[in-house]
């Protein structure tokens, strides 16, 4: 299974002095938003780690904040009890929302940009027209601080956690519950991309994945041991990337619950973490003061090669995520792309993930060059004893 390493620390000029508590890549990964010291948002350049913006006008920390689906905007909240929609060309605020009467803890674009979602410490759960910055809907239920909240990808739900010890799912055109879930203080909470799932993070320090239609519990996640702080779905819904108190980020299969992987880096709390679009890629904040972004080198490779042939992004990070599969996922990943339509495209996927997986069967990663010129020299040499054995 090919492994993430730390790739890169964005520590700034030493300008943040609090800590890090929400992150986010954006759509096209090349940049990460987060907050910054002194009530700001910063814009980040993901490569080189450069701060490429720092936003100002919020009048007390910043807590929560993510790109739209273009990157041309920024939403942040605070706790100044407002939410900002920022323009990431100018870097000016383009809307100030005001309406909740405590922290805003939790902010989120819709799937086309047309709309914000805010969770605040007064128990409710906000949806504005991200356009002219009208607030569209009030949602009320929780009876305690509205901790997180997601829209699903078509828009038509949303997801809060609270510490109510509920997780409830809300269908925006009725305006109504359609589902609790009920689980220990829901720190974190977010839709899978098909928006068939969601995963909240909790703080008796389990992972929980749930069934958005049925409200069944799926997964239950142990591997922290301490309060989770943050979690996410990669783009594919394979994987699930959680935070903790504990310091470590860990990367789980979605499917099955097995830890894949804890990534161990920070010295503090992390307190936000999320995949890049592509899931080749994490990030993660703490309040060590630092962002670490974690990359798959062999997941990035593939992704490049696959894209040139693929026409869906989607398929072709789902490809990807079969590079950092054990034998298991890899088997699974088989049967459900065989069940797939005729497409040439997916039949050419397949082809050459079988070749792939012959591939690593021959040459595991570490396997050294020599090793598989000696494998490659033993091979030759098979077939030749095997021509001269039928000439005789």
Known sequence: MSKFKLEKTLKGNGDIRNGVYSVEFSPDGTRVVSNGDENTVKIWNARTGVVEQTLRGHSNYVTSVAFNHDGTRVVSGSYDNTVKIWNTTTG???????????NVTSVAFNGDGTRVVSGSEDTSVKIWNSATGVLEQTLQGHTNWVTSVAFSSDGTRVVSGSDDNTVKIWNTVTVGVERTLRGRGASYVAFSGDGTRVVSGSEDTSVKIWNAATGGLEQTLQGHTSNVTSVAFSSDGTRVVSGSVDNTVNIWNAATGVLQQKLQGHSNYVTSVAFSPDGTRVVSGSRDKTIQIWHNEAMRMAHMALRQILPEPGLTAS????????????????????????????????RRMKNLNKFNSLYPEGATTKTRKRRSLSKSRSKSKSKKHKSI
């Open 92 to 102: 000016e605020v383009e809307h100030t929302l005001q309406g909740h009467t405590r």
């Open 319 to 350: 490809i990807a995520s079969y590079l950092g599969a054990t034998k298991f996922d890899q088997d699974l990943y088989f049967q459900s792309i065989s069940r797939r339509s005729n497409d040439p495209a997916r039949e050419r996927a397949h």
